[in-house]
Each structure stands twice: as structure tokens, then as C-alpha cells.
């Protein structure tokens, strides 16, 4: 899901980046109120985290892989904003060392995957586990229904992104300069592809990985709700 | 069945290839070179101009000059070209290809046959203009990509996450993106450490659906440990004197290395923008 640069063309990265600014300023005064001085690591371990977990090859049945963004789970571990902060340097680190995902896109890659992503999947998250007792599985199925959400929606908006290009950015005669395809081919290829496979491998990771926590540390997440 | 998909081996790769990778990269910004002398303050700006200017040209003419002058810093900067071409192709770019290649036919991009291949009823047509699309979309990303793997090549990745203070990023972004780095290592670490334990004890062969779950496991794991470790930092912090505001110690300096950088980007970048926007712009 991460846009490269060449992608997009210069309104709709600048206009991703004027869209992120006052989000970054708000989860940045949010995330210094909020978060106790003890607690200034846990972001850096959470971006670091974020970063790792996309690291973290699944395998698909038929011998191919796939990789969680981790997104929600970060959310739903530190909250949306915290999550939007730790996943935006995540970002900002793959494609400022890595090449793996534009400079000029980082607007864009931002706005689906550090604020849509963790913002949707939170709080669907909160929706479906609502009075949910601890340790109960309505906590299992939340996460993974909030991380199926999360990272679909933000896979539509990528596609739609990418599906704007051809009509925003072309030559005299039509031909795009940047992505080539429409917004019908582009939609239903990123929502495919997450809807049938990406999707679930982030079903998988956040269900599983909150399955654990609760059984083996459920302070972890109920100490962050009750917070 | 898939009872031999290797991923355990597969994920242990990904994070050594990731590891090799940093490393020779701080192995490429400490050789003495044309990048490597410069300020990184101003390579980043000079750099963040050249990928803009990627972004805005229409041209395919205007792509190949900007990739064939990056490749010429590279030799200028003592880097392998064969080193920098794979690093450059490798990911990114190759992918892209794969989806610029159904752009090349006339049911994505209608317009003037250029190729008409006839395999049994279907008839394929490769356009004139879905040879343009694909080729100025590859052109741009491989642009793109080269510039920012150069400036990442050619400059200390500590150096670089400091120069984002410069750009005005919020301090919390700037230590946080610090930190992050370290702990990125510290975590691949890890991970490498438990797959060899869980190797070393159930061997090659296992069921995909165990594999998820040792996977998620490890996840969950990776966290408890990041919380512990948390209060050893936050405590390290405090013993260097840590008081809630973090304090970047702020080393460049300019030389007339730089002033002469400036020069070389201004011509090209000057060259660039007048063929862009035509020198009735001008």
C-alpha cells in the first residue's frame, strides 16, 4: 500500500501534505498532553514496531506471502493519535533510508495508513468490544474486525488516489502522466487484493496478536481503554 | 499441503538482507566522496528540489537527463554502479513495472497501433500512447527511487533524520524518528534470535496455520518486551539528564564544496524548469 513517488502527481501530493499538516500538529500537542514523560519511549517503540511488523512475511495458502501494517493494532495498543504519530515516522524512516514509498507521497501514505487506517480500525475496535468483560473473545473478533476494516478502507482511498491521477493529470490528447489507470481498474484492484488476501492477513496478526496480550498481559490493553 | 513454505527462513532473510543493507549504506557514507563531503543540510534541500522537479517533468527527455546526471554523482561519490543499479531496480521499480505493463495495450491506453500480436481469436495491440504511459511512469519512479537511495547512500542515516529539525518537523517527530532507528535494530535482533530458538527445535517442516500463529505470538512477545524495555530507557534517559525536552546537538558545516554543489544543481535545475514550462514562462 505504500505509494512511491511518480505515482501521484504535485496537486494531489501537495494536497495530501496540506491535509496532514494540522493533523500532525494536532496528534503532536494530543500525544504531549497526554502521554506521561515515562512514556515518551513507547512511541519510538511503537513506530519501531509498526515498522518491524511489515517486516513480518505470512504465508498465503499457494506458496506466496503477505505482510500486516500493523496499523490498528498499534491504535488500539497506544491509542489513534499515538498511533498516527508512531506510524507516521515508521513511514518517514522506510522512505527516507529504504526508497519504500515516495518522498512526495508521504502526504498520501500518511493520510491512509497513519490517520484512516488507525482511526477506523480504533474505533470500530471500541464499537465492537463495547462493555465487551475482560478476557472475553468479543475483544479477539473486534480487532480483527477493526483490522479488516482498517486496512480495506484504507486501501479504497489508496485506489481511489491512484484512480484520480489519469483525470486530474494528462497531456493535451489524454494520456496520463502519472498513475495510468482509472479510478474503476485502480479501486477494484487495491480493494481486491485487500478484501481477498491483505485483508485477512491483518485479521490474522491483530486478532491473534490482542488473543495473546489478553491471555498473557491483559493489563497491556485494559490499563489504555480504562486510560 | 503446505507444510514446507519456509517463511520462518524466508523472515529471517528479510530481516538480514534489511540489516546488510544499512550497514553497507553507512559503509557507502563514510567513504570519501563528492556526496559525502557535502553538508547534509544542503544535499537534503538540493535533493528534495531534484525529486520536485521528477514530480513536475512531462518529458521523457527531461527524466533521462535527471537519471543519467544522478548516475554521474554516483560515480562521482565512489559508489559501484553495478551496487547502486541493483539496489535501485531491486524493489520498487521492478514492481512498478509489472503494473505499468497492462498500460502498454489499447484496452487501457486506446490510441495508434504501434505492435499487433494475434494469439488465436484475440488480437493484442501495443499503442504508441500506452508506450509513452508506461514508459514515462517507469522513468519517474526509477528517478524518484535513485535520488532518495543516493541521498540515503551518501549520508549517515543519523545525520539525515537530524537535518528533518531544519525543515521545522516538531522535536517530538525528530526524537521520536531518532529512537525509532535504534530500536529497529534492537528488534531485528530479536526476532532473528527467536526464529534460530524456534528452528533449532521444531526443524524445517510445519503447517502454515502453525506458522500464523507463531508469527502472531512472536508479535505479541516483541510488544511485552518493548514495555519492559521502555522503563530501562526512559531510566538510561534520565541518567544522561533528560528533562522532557530533548536537546539535538547540531554539528554541519558549510564548506565551498557545497557552494560548488549549488552551482552544478542551480544549472540543472534552471535547465529543467525552463524545458518544463517553456521559456514563455520565462
Known amino acids: 500500500m505504500h505509494i512511491p513517488d511518480g505515482y501521484l502527481g504535485p496537486a494531489t501530493c501537495g494536497f495530501f501534505y496540506l491535509v496532514m499538516l494540522p493533523i500532525w500538529t494536532i496528534a503532536s500537542r494530543i500525544v504531549k498532553k497526554t502521554l506521561k514523560t515515562r512514556q515518551v519511549p513507547m512511541l519510538a517503540i511503537g513506530a519501531a514496531f509498526s515498522f518491524v511488523i511489515m517486516m513480518f512475511n505470512l504465508p498465503i495458502p499457494g506458496g506466496s506471502t503477505g505482510h500486516a501494517v500493523g496499523g490498528v493494532l498499534v491504535a488500539i495498543l497506544l491509542g489513534p493519535w499515538a498511533a498516527c504519530i508512531a506510524i507516521t515516522v515508521a513511514l518517514v524512516i522506510q522512505a527516507l533510508l529504504f526508497g519504500d514509498g515516495g518522498i512526495t507521497a508521504i502526504g498520501a501514505n500518511c493520510f491512509n495508513m497513519a490517520f484512516v487506517l488507525p482511526f477506523a480500525g480504533y474505533y470500530v475496535y471500541r464499537a465492537v468490544s463495547y462493555k465487551a468483560p475482560a478476557g472475553s473473545n468479543r475483544r479477539v473478533v473486534a480487532a480483527g474486525v477493526a483490522g479488516y476494516i482498517g486496512i480495506n478502507v484504507a486501501a479504497v482511498l489508496a485506489g481511489v488516489e491512484f484512480g484520480l491521477q489519469p483525470l486530474l493529470h494528462h497531456t493535451s490528447i489524454g494520456q496520463a502522466l502519472y498513475c495510468p489507470y482509472g479510478l474503476k481498474v485502480a479501486v477494484f484492484t487495491m480493494a481486491g487484493e485487500h478484501l481477498l488476501i491483505f485483508g485477512w492477513v491483518e485479521v490474522i496478526v491483530t486478532a491473534l496478536v490482542v488473543k495473546y496480550l489478553l491471555k498473557q498481559s491483559p493489563e497491556l490493553i485494559e490499563e489504555r481503554e480504562a486510560g | ?282
Not at chain 2, 526443524?203 to 511485552?224: C, E, F, P, T
Open chain 2, 1 to 282: 499441503m503446505f507444510k514446507n513454505n519456509n517463511f520462518i527462513e524466508r523472515s529471517i532473510l528479510g530481516a538480514l538482507s534489511f540489516l546488510k543493507d544499512s550497514i553497507f549504506a553507512d559503509e557507502y557514507a563514510l567513504k570519501s566522496g563528492f556526496l559525502q563531503s557535502l553538508d547534509p543540510r544542503v544535499k537534503s534541500i538540493t535533493f528534495l528540489f531534484l525529486i520536485i522537479q521528477v514530480l513536475l517533468a512531462k518529458s521523457l527527455f527531461i527524466l533521462a537527463v535527471l537519471y543519467v546526471f544522478c548516475l554521474l554523482i554516483v560515480r562521482l561519490s565512489n559508489i559501484r554502479l553495478g551496487f547502486f543499479l541493483k539496489r535501485t531496480w531491486i524493489f520498487m521499480p521492478l514492481f512498478s513495472l509489472f503494473i505499468a505493463i497492462p498500460a502498454l495495450f489499447s484496452f487501457f491506453t486506446p490510441g495508434q497501433a504501434l505492435v499487433t500480436l494475434h494469439t488465436g481469436l484475440l488480437e493484442i495491440i501495443i499503442t504508441r500512447q500506452g508506450l509513452f504511459v508506461a514508459t514515462l511512469f517507469i522513468s519517474r519512479v526509477i528517478t524518484s527511487v535513485s535520488f532518495i537511495i543516493l541521498l540515503s547512500l551518501t549520508t549517515r542515516h543519523f545525520e539525515l533524520l537530524r537535518v528533518l529539525r531544519i525543515f521545522k518537523v516538531p522535536q517530538i517527530f525528530v526524537m521520536t524518528l531518532g529512537m525509532c532507528y535504534r530500536y529497529i535494530f534492537l528488534f531485528v535482533q530479536v526476532i532473528e534470535n527467536t526464529y534460530l530458538g524456534i528452528k533449532s527445535r521444531i526443524g524445517r517442516g510445519i503447517h502454515y496455520k502453525k506458522g500464523r500463529d507463531i508469527v502472531s505470538w512472536n508479535i505479541a512477545l516483541l510488544w511485552q518486551r518493548s514495555l519492559k524495555l521502555n522503563e530501562e530507557v526512559y531510566n538510561a534517559m534520565l541518567s544522561r539528564g533528560y528533562n522532557g525536552e530533548p536537546v539535538l546537538i547540531n554539528k554541519f558545516k558549510t564548506t565551498y564544496k557545497d557552494w560548488v554543489w549549488v552551482c552544478f544543481f542551480s544549472g540543472i535545475s534552471f535547465w529543467a524548469l525552463y524545458t518544463i514550462y517553456g521559456r514563455s514562462h520565462f
